[in-house]
């Protein structure tokens, strides 16, 4: 039977009961805490790509020392810190920044043939020759937490040493790619107190590393020349080489740190490195020689460095590789260096 005032059938659900959306308060809550969350997770997660950092800057270190092992293997040496023959002894102290670096004999035992076949050892590695060279990266020689090596380091050509700091152009300069990782030639020990006539820079204060005998014509690492080099050689490191430092991270490039921030002078406004930026050239010993009194990462111009938090990375010259903390003494420090004074580091 029709009914015409029945209710007609409802073809949707009635609006649910109680407050409609969200009220600001608890939007509020809700961003609050999505970001105490996430300021108790940050720290974790910046510390866990720091641990992964820190395993690859290992892994580096590791097949560099591995690599001058099989240079020392098959050429009875290691790697010697001046290659090429552009230039012939006696050597320039600045001579001594534009040679091929020890690393570039490394290249073939890094799965970088390809790079260590482009070089041109018959002309400098700061050269135009060699320009594609140097400008490369080599990821075994840059440590992750120093970010891109995109960022290249710059120095003055070989030819350019006349011309005033300030008149420098473009033309003067040379571009590289930086290295992470350096070869110390020896640690200076100053005696205390110095004697007034003493030269602080005089190669009677260096104890000297497992890279090798340099001759200077005057017995000072310092704007003098080098009249001969002999190649370091594992048999002579009588301390033991797991006592002995062979490469260590010198990060920071091409920026000159000082305790953890750019070094910035009056006379160096960008906090440019002073020594040897670039992987493929080589450095003079003046800044190969980590300072007296320099501990860890207190200066990458004058010692061992890192930008990992806590302590630098180091491999001795048997391929092990360790941390080495900000607090270890001068005096293990000194240990480390030498290769036959009979040291041995606190903690041994």
Known sequence: MHQPNAPHRRLTAPPASGPEGV???ELLVVLGLIAMLAALLLPAIQASRESVRQTQCKN???QTIQAVQAV???EGALPSLYVGTSLPYPLREWDLFHLHSWRTPLLPHLDEAPLHDKIDWQSLATSAANAEVAQSAVPSFVCPSGGSPARLGWGR???RLGVAWEDLSDDDRYHVVRADYDAMAGIQVLPDPLPEDADA???QFVRWGVWGWPAFETPTTSGTRLLRYRRGRFRDVTDGLSHTLAVVERG???????????HITKDNPNADYPGQVGWSASNSFAWSINGHGVGVNHSNATGVYALHPGGANVALAD????LLADSTDFQSLVALFGRSDGGLPASE
């Open 319 to 322: 391929g092990s590789v360790r």
């Open 157 to 159: 050509k070989h030819d």
């Open 201 to 203: 820079e005089s190669t």
């Open 60 to 62: 580096n270190l590791r």
């Open 72 to 74: 020392h293997a098959a």
């Open 252 to 262: 920071g490039k091409p920026v000159e740190f000082l305790h953890g921030k750019p």
């Open 23 to 25: 009220t600001l308060l």
